[in-house]
């Protein structure tokens, strides 16, 4: 008899459909497998969302490739879905949001997966991790481009020291206009490509190259999404200061932007430059290799460059269709390990094996202390930015405290987070 694993789900939005979804769906047939903890059954029991409307479509529209679920709607919805005994919960509303349904959920005693950026402040990251620790769970971010076989492969060469001391570098990640004017209409007043989208920048260059973070800068424009003296912003441009062990330093600069034309090729583009003491990695999201073009269906419809390491529809050779890419598989991985936890071996073993799964930096949230204090900073830049005082700089563990808000031409510095980052 297979063990079970009841998920819960708060927000049923773009990326439910393209990772959860599949995830879920794939697992009710499949189930989650491993020698170690033998056949379980994860099912999806119960989801959280502003009006239930999608839930519901989604419901009627999967029919049996889904188990039955819970559809839980409005302001308590979360509380209502972490209190109905689920195991782990999904978080996946917008970023603003991500904070509060994590911690009913973690309060409930359900393990917590939370979409990037995890939380917007160190102060919330803090209260998380605490909560997760007191209550004996995994708490856990997704980032999967660390999954991408190419960012897989950077990382490989740095371990092994084939690419040595990084020294500086770029990424760039442009989506379209769609994204910022009907996708994310709802929330995005007072919002900002790089917090979205730049974080997933930050945590690759964290994860990949370690370091100390030191400054953070940034700058943006505004005037299409929002007026050009409001708080929500067209593209943001960040740097990254870093120092290592050494005491050599590394900076890198992240820019972003969800206004870029609708018909632009790359949809969403993304490329990344880092420059090495002895190489250069050069990685483009339009040159790894396929474009595809149809008549009437590219690039909106259908992608131009599409990106089937992610996420891909396909016609298995055997016949057999289905969804698959690392955007699926960093979910799976998450489900694995809390099987893991909760399965491989006796319960007395378990603190163990949570202690083994929690010292995974690729996505314990323990370990995002260095990307949730640059996001941090970057709202915290853009916010003195939209009310006038432009160009500030965000220095990491200096005397003040651990995240200090420098405006320009003043002494008078903003202590964002006391204690030491790192
Ligand atoms: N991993 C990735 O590359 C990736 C890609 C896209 C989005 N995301 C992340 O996923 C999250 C959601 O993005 P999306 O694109 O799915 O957004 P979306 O706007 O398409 O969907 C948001 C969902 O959250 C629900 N929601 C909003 N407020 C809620 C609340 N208070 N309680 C319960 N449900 C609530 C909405 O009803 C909706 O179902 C964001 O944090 C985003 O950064 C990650």
Redo the contacts with the bound molecule.
Sequence with gaps: MAQQLRAGM???????D??YRPFFEKAKTAGVYDRGFGDIDVQLAGV????GK?AEVYAQSAGDRIHRFQNFVG?Q??DQLAQSGVHFGCV????D??F??SKVLLEAGAHLLV???SVLTLQELDQLVALADRKGLLAKV?Y?KLLDPDHKKLRTLVHDNVLKHVNNGYCSLLEPKQISGA??S??ITGRNPGT?VAV?YIKLIDFTFSGKLKTVMASGQRGIVGPKDGPTWDSTQMRMVYEYDDGREAAFDIHTSWVTPDNFPGYVEQEVQFRFDNGVWNGHSRKRGVELTVEGQTPTKLKTTINTHYNGTFVEPWGERSQRGY?IEVIERFVREVAFVEFAGSSSGRAERLAQMRKLSYNDLASDRQVVAAVQALEAILDRAAKGQPDCVVRVNDARGGLVLCPPGSNECEVLYGPRIS
Excluded at 48 to 51: E, F, W
């Design positions: 708060v927000g049923m939005g773009m990326i439910f393209e990772t959280a969302t502003k009006t999608r302001d919805a979360a996946a509303t917008p970023d949001r991500h509060a349904a979409e990037k950026p997704v999967h996708q994310f709802e929330w979205y997933h955007g």
